[in-house]
């Protein structure tokens, strides 16, 4: 079945540091990929999305490539900030007989002053 | 603020218990997705309702049920509850169910079952 795999958390970094969280999928299909977003102590927010091969995801700064040939879709961030601390989920979602959206595990990240 | 409205944000009870979580979806949304996120199991999908019917089904226990009323709010219901149904709930809703479709999510419901 459809699955989202994450890289391992929880991962600290001093602000302005480049920011990269592995994401790889396993899909019977053509998938749309996702990035959300989950503050401390809020829900889920859309971060960036890819409907298709070689789209580019970008929204405050992260970015995201739906890479087809390795099933990936990689966050990358130039310089992250305290305000980008959160649990990072990729997910996907396929339209077979019903739309279901599967999330990966979730990454931690924090960054420090 | 996501437009999706959760009650209550908080919920105690003790084992054996049945209580029902209240979800509004934004407005004009049509689909309505349950998830329960716990520190072991991560983030896992439940249940998906569209219009008012049931579309998908994900790690939803027989305890467990749910529906989608006509103003298009739904309700989780769980049931004979144990401690380890401690968990967030979430609710999401998303305009229709294409797969590309935002899924807005709501601030979650903490249940603590001692």
């Known amino acids: 079945g459809d699955s989202v795999t994450q890289m391992e958390g929880p991962v600290t970094l001093s602000e302005e540091a480049f920011l990269t969280i592995n994401c790889t999928y ?7 990929l996702f990035w959300y ?21 970008s929204n405050k700064g992260f ?11 990689h966050l990358e961030k130039g310089s992250v900030q305290v305000s980008d601390s959160a649990v990072y989920f990729c997910a996907l ?5 019903y739309d279901k959206v599967i999330f990966g595990p979730g990454t931690s990240l924090s960054v420090i002053p | 603020d996501s437009g999706v409205t959760q009650t209550p944000k908080h919920l105690i009870t003790a084992t054996g218990q049945r209580v029902t979580l209240r979800c509004s979806p934004r407005s004009g949304d049509l689909s309505v997705y349950w998830y329960q996120q716990s520190l072991d199991q991560g983030l896992q999908f439940l249940i998906q309702y569209y219009n008012g019917e049931e579309r998908a089904k994900g ?33 999401a809703s998303s305009v229709e169910w294409e797969p590309h479709n935002e899924q807005f999510f709501g601030p979650g419901t903490r249940l603590t079952v001692l």
């Open chain 1, 93 to 97: 979602s396929e339209k077979t007989s």
């Open chain 1, 26 to 32: 396993t899909a019977t299909g053509y998938p749309s």
């Open chain 1, 37 to 57: 977003v989950q503050y401390p102590g809020e829900g889920l927010q859309l971060l960036l999305k890819a409907t298709k091969a070689d789209d580019k995801g």
């Open chain 1, 63 to 73: 970015e995201a490539t739906y890479r087809k040939e390795t099933t990936s879709f």
């Open chain 2, 59 to 91: 790690n939803i226990l027989e305890r467990f049920s749910a529906q989608q009323f006509p103003d298009l709010h739904s309700e989780l219901n769980l049931s004979s509850l144990e401690l380890g149904d401690s968990a967030l709930y979430f609710c």
